[in-house]
């Protein structure tokens, strides 16, 4: 199983929902994949942090009215203030100044060139998930962008990221990123029929995926994305929460 104690600088180490139905999402990922949740009052509202068998595994907050929800990826960093400033001159732009989160990190929200909003987390006592990679856990993160190279590019620098280089005759551009020695990710260009702007997509485990598929559709949830298989081995989908937040379900072979 992929328990954590701590992430490497430059790994998805955390994943949370913004949502206009705190309570509803809670119900609805509680029975998916059978979260536990505390909510956790604080002077910036409420933070809903989610369990599996007592570990932190993802949060939940409420947004206003008219935003749309949606999953969050953070990647861990060194220094937030340094890793912002440097997404600047790397031509991205900064879309939540870097600020302590109540004596437990230190985050920040940036964008990449294409759009893409990713946020940066120095952990300052919570390192983030503390279970990955395992059914119910987050398990990897998908860029869809209208622009791979310019985002490789960008990601490249600013968290030392190297890649496996897609196949010349992949009209999709399909590359998978490497933290050092270990997987942490994909960026692909953005199909027709993603359609919205250049997102992160995150993925949760699940040991049977048309199970998991039955279950969320049962729950108000929708498939959008059938099972298909990728090239990695395995098999994923995507669906939407009855609220409307896009995540990934994958079937498959998992990182220790």
């Known amino acids: 199983m992929g328990e954590r104690t701590s992430h490497a600088p430059g790994t998805f180490s955390w994943v ?7 309570a509803g999402a809670k119900a609805f990922y509680g029975e998916l994949f059978g979260w536990e949740a505390e909510d956790m009052p604080g002077e910036a509202g409420t933070y809903t942090m989610f369990r599996l068998d007592g570990t932190d595994v993802a949060g939940c907050f409420a ?3 008219g935003a749309p929800p949606h999953w969050n990826s953070y990647v ?11 997404a600047s001159g790397l031509g991205g732009s900064v879309l939540m100044p870097a600020g302590d989160v109540e004596g437990i990190g230190r985050m920040a929200v940036i964008a990449d060139p294409t759009g893409a909003a ?5 952990p300052r006592g919570h390192v983030g998930a503390g279970l990955v990679n395992a059914p119910g856990a987050l398990c990897w993160n998908d860029l869809g962008t209208t622009d791979p190279d310019a985002a490789w590019a960008f990601y490249r620098e600013l968290f030392g990221w190297t890649i496996e280089d897609a196949a010349a005759e992949d009209p999709m551009r399909y590359r998978t990123i490497r933290n050092g020695e270990s997987t942490n990710g994909s960026i692909h260009r953005q199909g027709d029929q993603e359609g919205g702007p250049p997102s992160w997509l995150v993925y949760f485990a699940t040991a049977d995926l048309e199970a998991a598929n039955s279950k969320l559709s049962g729950l108000g949830g929708q498939v959008i994305v059938p099972p298909l298989e990728v090239p990695a081995g395995g098999r994923v989908s995507v669906a939407t929460d009855p609220q409307g937040a896009a995540f990934g379900l994958f079937e498959g072979p998992l990182d220790p």
Do not use: I, N, R
Not at 76 to 86: I, L, N, Q
Not at 118 to 122: K, T
């Open 76 to 86: 861990t960093v060194e220094d937030v203030d340094a890793s912002m400033e440097m």
């Open 16 to 22: 949370d929902l913004a949502t206009a139905d705190a």
């Open 63 to 65: 947004q206003g009215e």
């Open 118 to 122: 990713v946020a940066l987390w120095e």
